[in-house]
């Protein structure tokens, strides 16, 4: 089946404890990208991958790292959580950058305390 | 910046009744704009629309796209309580882009009740 997995589903941890959500697809797509929700600001795109070892900022970056060493995976970084970073984190994936439908993993809902 | 303002933000109907639900963009290079729905957790994909005019269908669900006006419709004949969820619109810019991310709107959530 044509998905994309993200793990943990659920996680809550402590201030400045570094911790990686895993992202992986099984549809060879290129494109990759994380997002977090955010009630009252929607979904806004933290980092993205074209493809192998190309990443780059998206529109929150900050606090966050990503690394694209295989094409299937895309394991996003917090560094040193901070409670602001407490969200429900989507990883999303597409054929292409440009066109075709983007499939969006089922998210992590991540408390920092 | 791109920019996606959804309306409404909230409706609530009957079981039964048809709602309209809108999408309006400001996009520098406009590529396509897709519809989502999310019930629990993740966003699943509804439609893309890249064509202006062309509606697209999907059982009792439907969208058109005007692309002159800068606006699309998501149209759910004959409600049921399983349409209850966010409804989110986005847009993709297109190849002169370094980045081809979505921008979403707030989404606009539906309740229908029995």
């Known amino acids: 089946e044509a998905q994309v997995t993200q793990n943990p589903r659920y996680l809550i941890t402590v201030t400045g404890k570094k911790l990686t959500v895993t992202c992986s697809q099984n549809m060879n797509h290129e494109y990759m990208s994380w997002y977090r929700q955010d009630p009252g600001l929607g979904l806004r795109q933290i980092y993205y991958?074209?493809?192998?070892?190309?990443?780059d900022k998206g529109d929150v970056p900050e606090g966050y790292k990503v690394s694209r060493k295989e094409k299937r995976n895309f394991p996003l970084i917090l560094e040193s959580p901070s409670p602001n970073q407490t969200s429900l984190y989507f990883c999303?994936?597409?054929?292409?950058?440009?066109?075709?439908?983007?499939?969006f993993g089922s998210g992590t809902q991540l408390s920092v305390l | 910046e791109d920019k996606v303002v959804q309306s409404p933000l909230s409706l609530v109907v009957h079981e039964g009744d048809t709602v309209t639900l809108n999408c309006s963009y400001e996009v520098t290079n406009f590529r396509s704009l897709l519809w989502y729905k999310q019930e629990k957790k993740a966003p699943t994909f509804l439609f893309m629309l890249t064509s202006s005019g062309i509606e697209k269908k999907s059982g009792r669900l439907s969208s058109i796209l005007d692309k002159k006006e800068l606006f699309s419709i998501l149209n759910i004949t004959a409600t049921q309580t399983g349409d209850s969820a966010i409804y989110l619109c986005a847009v993709r810019p297109g190849f002169v882009s370094s980045n081809y991310k979505l921008t979403f709107g707030k989404g606009t959530l539906l309740t229908v009740n029995p």
């Open positions: 999303a994936s597409s054929l292409s950058g440009g066109g075709g439908e983007v499939f």
């Open positions: 991958s074209m493809n192998v070892e190309v990443t």
